[in-house]
């Protein structure tokens, strides 16, 4: 029996990234795939870091974030994981673009998600949920 898939959600593969997606290769041993949305930063100390280990995928080659809509990010991100259905998806938090995409493929799947969040109680006033 294989390792399970995991998919990590990122907007864009940066320096800060690529570290993290290496260590947790690394640690996991099993297929992973960083499912980056945009391979394009506007801030050029944030363009994308190549990684040595983990496999990076690009949905929307050369186009920035902001030039990508919510609708356009949903299907690509739905497309991606129904052809690769990840035994684990990894969320960067809640508000960055295929967030909530990602979320619900999971959930209609029961597939397990890992959120990593830097928020906490001192950051700002939350919401109760």
Known sequence: MGMTAAVWLANNVSHYHR????AF??????????????????????????CDIAHV??????????????????RAVWRYL?????GVCCLNGWGMPG?????DWALERAVPCVLMS?????DSVSAWW
Do not use: H, Y
């Open 19 to 22: 570290a993290r997606a290496d």
């Open 57 to 74: 995928e690009t949905l929307f080659t050369g186009k920035a974030i902001t030039e990508i809509g919510q609708a356009e990010v949903r």
């Open 118 to 122: 830097e928020t906490n109680a001192r």
């Open 25 to 50: 290769a690394r640690a996991w041993g099993g297929p992973f795939t960083v499912l980056e949305l945009s391979n394009r930063n506007s801030l050029a100390v944030l363009q994308r870091g190549a």
């Open 99 to 103: 967030t909530a995409a990602m979320l």
């Open 82 to 86: 129904e052809r690769c259905r990840p």
